[in-house]
């Protein structure tokens, strides 16, 4: 488990961010921040075995983008390869680093290419900009609260409660942007709804619990092919009704 917290804007107080991140110590013996001028990061996470290579925040390597992030990408590996054949050179192993390198490299649209549970914040040091996005199921949650001069972000809304201003959650399967004035604009990166709706019915019932066995599987994985499965067993019952024959005009 690990959790995350984030101060940004002009009146970000190093001190009461410290209490903060206290709020976040029951997911992690380890305390990783990072403090500078209008800008407070810092992870609590369990001990690892390679700190020095999955070391968070995170930081590009000409220190322009600071990542905050949490969960797992399991996919990690694939995109590694993809964005080394397009000339990324990493530092480590970790899956810290490629959410970052995939982000340098597509943008927002990196969120596509993302196969996991997670949830995590890059801000661009050069303006105090801020992208935030979170998995397509919601598996790791991401809140944020706004203040005059100061827009405060973490994964446990407990540990924004000391602000006393409105906190709001971050949609599963939603990203976007916060300016520097702390105006946060998201939208949707994925339509549950309309996940696998190309995929054909399935007339075969042993078929049929076969996917829906592999689904709940792969809902403790990614999350997104069980998103695919759920939706193709959806589409097929309204079709084809509860018994898996079709439905008559």
Known sequence: MCGIA???????????????????????AVTEARYEGGLLAGVRRPRVVDRERAVRPWTSADERWLLCYYGEIFNHRQLRAELSRLGQVFRGDSDTEVVLAAFERWGADAVHRLGGEYA????????????????????????????????????????LVRYAVPINEVPPGHHGWADADGHVRLRPHVDLLTVGERLSAIDDPDEAALLGRAAVRDSSGSGWNAAKVVRRLVFTRRTHGGDGAPRSG
């Open 120 to 159: 995590f914040v890059v801000v661009d040091r050069s303006t105090g900009r801020a992208y935030l996005a979170r998995d397509p199921l919601g598996g790791k949650p991401l809140y944020w609260a706004r203040e005059p001069g100061c827009l405060h972000l973490a994964s446990e809304a407990k540990a």
């Open 6 to 28: 984030l101060s940004i804007g002009p009146d970000a107080d190093p001190v009461v961010f410290r209490r903060t991140l206290a709020v976040l110590a029951p997911l992690g």
